[in-house]
């Protein structure tokens, strides 16, 4: 099994450029989310969905945009890249509310803004 | 809101000593609560879940954790610390996935 799968491992960018970091998963989990991780500060949550078409704001949403047009998908958006975005990006999955609910993690995205 | 606090940024334990990294929550009611590990440069892995019912729980690698509901804790214990346990812990809370600032753990040889 993949699990929730991200994509770029890694990845540069210029101050004010833009990208895409990807997001799947193949566990048919409904919710999703999307953290940084900073040094010392651990994870924040950055967006979240509970399905498909529904999107919610986290502790630091600004300067980042999401879209859950599928069940698998949940992709985050940088439009104008800056330093303060340097980190540690986490992509992860869970089921519904319910004993059952254990997030899974995806392997991460080191972003670097320079 | 819900949070979590983890009061200890980094602990360094002798291998074969025991270990006890603590958690703290605020919620109004008794959240769902998790710690997690990470290794580094790795993702995380879930190491132990509470939900309701018996108030000590075991995970996996022989961790274990406790909810104190008057204490509003619940705080990840090892009784013999192996050198691979050494990375970074992580206790989150409820169903949006609230983390501590987490507890970096070495392992003195």
């Known amino acids: 099994n993949a699990g929730v799968t991200q994509t770029p491992k890694f990845r540069i960018l210029k101050i004010g450029q833009s990208m895409t970091l990807q997001c799947t998963q193949d566990?048919?989990?409904?919710?999703m989310y999307w953290y940084r991780q900073d040094p010392g500060m651990g994870l924040k949550l950055i967006y979240y969905s509970v399905g498909a078409g529904i999107t919610d704001k986290g502790e630091v949403p600004n300067g980042y945009n999401v879209s859950r047009s599928t069940t698998e998908d949940f992709p985050l958006r940088l439009e104008l890249a800056a330093p303060s975005q340097t980190s540690v990006y986490f992509c992860a999955s869970s089921q519904l509310k319910g004993p059952n609910t254990e997030a899974f993690f995806g392997q991460g995205t080191r972003l670097t803004v320079v | 809101a819900q949070s979590v606090t983890q009061p200890d940024i980094h602990i360094t334990v002798s291998e074969g000593a025991s270990l006890e990294l603590r958690c703290n929550y605020s919620?109004?009611?008794?959240?769902?609560l998790f710690w997690y590990v990470q290794s580094p440069g790795q993702g995380l892995q879930l190491l132990l879940k509470y939900f309701s019912g018996d108030t000590l729980v075991q995970g996996i690698k022989g961790f274990e954790a406790e909810f104190k509901r008057s204490q509003s804790s619940f705080n990840l214990r090892k009784p013999s610390v192996h050198w691979s346990d050494a990375a970074e812990y992580f206790c989150a809370v409820d169903n949006d996935m609230r983390f501590g600032a987490g507890t970096r753990l070495t392992v003195k040889p």
């Open positions: 919620y109004g009611a008794t959240p769902y």
């Open positions: 566990m048919n989990h409904n919710y």
